[in-house]
């Protein structure tokens, strides 16, 4: 009887582990293939229109708590920055540099406020950045 059972025993954890390991492996295979940012340069933004439809930064304004940081992610195959103030007259708080394809970049916002942020490259491209 014991062996039986632990047969079964057995056999329950086999199939449990297969099942349950095709959810986790979608998962997994999801995650690789999204690269992950809070706010996103998309393709084609080089190119004037993306300030028609709000989309040269995506979002083009978030709101975060002060001492969070927020991660920008170049996904475009041209370069951008991510540099303060505006185009016209930037504020020397923070500059990106040129951020290259799918290159990253972090900054933490500690102080209270509404930040606003250009592309040197391209003075179309605005975005905002609200510390709470
Ligand atoms: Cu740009």
């Not at 014991?2 to 995650?31: F, N, Q, R």
């Not at 809070?38 to 004037?48: A, E, G, I, Q």
Request: hydrophobic share 40%; net charge negative; charged share 20%.
């Amino acid at each position: 009887m014991i062996i039986v059972g632990m047969t079964v025993l057995v056999i329950l954890l086999i199939t449990g582990l297969v099942i349950s390991s095709y959810p986790i492996e979608e998962k997994t295979d999801d995650a690789e293939l999204s690269v992950k940012g809070d706010v996103v340069m998309p393709s084609k933004v080089s190119r004037p229109g993306c300030e028609e439809i709000d989309r040269c930064y995506i979002p083009s304004s978030i709101v975060i708590e002060s001492g969070k940081e927020i991660i920008w992610i170049n996904e475009d195959s041209a370069f951008h920055s991510v540099t303060s103030g505006f185009y016209d007259s930037p504020t020397n708080l923070f500059d990106s540099g040129h951020l290259d394809p799918f290159e990253s970049y972090t900054l933490a916002f500690d102080e209270k406020g509404t930040f606003d942020y250009f592309c040197t490259l391209h003075p179309w491209m605005m975005g905002q950045v609200i510390v709470e």
